[in-house]
């Protein structure tokens, strides 16, 4: 059995068993990693709290010939994240970066950008930038680094620059980008999109990490964005992820409005 060692997030995890934790990682060097951690879930276990959701930590584990799941070794923590865990809305917002990370990437695919984007995710969310930027921000990249990008220059159809003037546009998931308003083909799947979003993320995605985190956007122009960014998660996923259900449920409890995804 291979021992393999790489810098991982924990980005899910489970009971299994008696004693026993399933733990979802997405690794630096490997991509997504499913594991079995043996007697994680005893008192006295050797993995202490290392295994708590988006601990950034040094795994090491092996691989298995008889199943996809690994054994997971030892998990060293280098960050606990531990401030994202203890406040709802970041924890919330960075839940649902990784349930969409996890859904949308497979098993042993190695992406280094994506696991850079996860870290750089998670550490915005300990500072007191507002957690909907920092998961909006996260799945703009993401997708991108996923092999989604969405064609958003001009219309995927006729070929006219975006964005429409005044017009607005729909984004049409099938056709993989931006269609002006008379190509558009009503029922199609993809979301209706004004001018001004379709010009606001454009610029999102021009600009550094930071600056994109700092930017200022009209309330109702960031909500607009964030839900074409929702609806193409959902898109890509099949279905809605559990997460935006659970944040929608405890904003409706809280009674907090907007600030999507
Ligand atoms: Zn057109």
């Not at 489970?14 to 079995?36: H, I, N, P, Q, W």
């Not at 969405?150 to 975006?162: A, E, I, N, V």
């Not at 979003?197 to 109702?220: F, H, I, K, Q």
């Not at 609806?231 to 659970?246: C, E, N, S």
């Given at each position: 059995?291979?021992?393999?060692?790489?810098?991982?997030?924990?980005?899910?995890?489970?009971?299994l068993?008696?004693?026993?934790r399933?733990?979802?990682?997405?690794?630096?060097?490997?991509?997504?990693?499913?594991?079995?951690?043996?007697?994680?879930?005893?008192?006295?276990?050797?993995?202490g709290?290392?295994?708590?959701?988006?601990?950034?930590?040094?795994?090491?584990?092996?691989?298995?010939?008889?199943?996809?799941?690994?054994?997971?070794?030892?998990?060293?923590?280098?960050?606990?994240?531990?401030?994202?865990?203890?406040?709802?809305?970041?924890?919330?917002?960075?839940?649902?970066?990784?349930?969409?990370?996890?859904?949308?990437?497979a098993?042993?695919?190695?992406?280094?950008?994506?696991?850079?984007?996860?870290?750089?995710?998670?550490?915005?969310?300990?500072?007191?930038?507002?957690?909907p930027?920092?998961?909006?921000?996260?799945?703009?990249?993401?997708?991108?680094?996923?092999?989604?990008?969405?064609?958003?220059?001009?219309?995927?159809?006729?070929?006219?620059?975006?964005?429409?003037?005044s017009?607005?546009?729909?984004?049409?998931?099938?056709?993989?980008?931006?269609?002006c308003?008379?190509?558009?083909?009503?029922?199609?799947?993809?979301?209706?999109?004004?001018?001004?979003?379709?010009?606001?993320?454009?610029?999102?995605?021009?600009?550094?990490?930071?600056?994109?985190?700092?930017?200022?956007?009209?309330?109702?122009?960031?909500v607009?964005?964030?839900?074409?960014?929702?609806?193409?998660?959902?898109?890509?996923?099949?279905?809605?992820?559990?997460?935006?259900?659970?944040?929608?449920?405890?904003?409706?409890?809280?009674?907090?409005?907007?600030?999507?995804?």
């Amino acid at each position: 059995m291979p021992l393999r060692k790489t810098q991982a997030v924990v980005i899910g995890r489970m009971a299994l068993g008696e004693s026993d934790r399933l733990v979802t990682f997405y690794a630096r060097d490997c991509g997504k990693v499913r594991g079995v951690a043996k007697g994680a879930r005893r008192p006295r276990s050797r993995f202490g709290s290392g295994l708590e959701l988006f601990t950034q930590g040094q795994l090491l584990f092996f691989e298995t010939e008889r199943s996809d799941l690994a054994r997971v070794d030892s998990f060293d923590i280098l960050h606990s994240f531990q401030s994202v865990r203890e406040n709802l809305e970041r924890l919330m917002y960075g839940s649902w970066a990784v349930e969409c990370l996890g859904r949308l990437s497979a098993d042993r695919d190695p992406n280094p950008a994506l696991y850079g984007l996860l870290l750089r995710t998670l550490k915005a969310l300990e500072t007191p930038c507002r957690p909907p930027r920092a998961a909006f921000c996260f799945a703009l990249r993401a997708v991108d680094l996923l092999g989604h990008r969405l064609r958003l220059d001009r219309c995927l159809k006729c070929g006219t620059p975006s964005p429409f003037g005044s017009k607005s546009g729909r984004l049409d998931f099938t056709a993989g980008g931006l269609v002006c308003e008379p190509c558009a083909t009503y029922g199609s799947d993809g979301v209706d999109l004004s001018g001004l979003a379709v010009g606001g993320l454009r610029r999102l995605r021009t600009l550094s990490w930071d600056e994109a985190l700092r930017a200022v956007l009209p309330p109702a122009l960031e909500v607009e964005m964030a839900g074409v960014l929702e609806a193409q998660m959902a898109r890509l996923i099949g279905q809605v992820p559990r997460t935006t259900r659970f944040r929608t449920q405890a904003r409706r409890a809280l009674g907090v409005n907007g600030g999507s995804p």
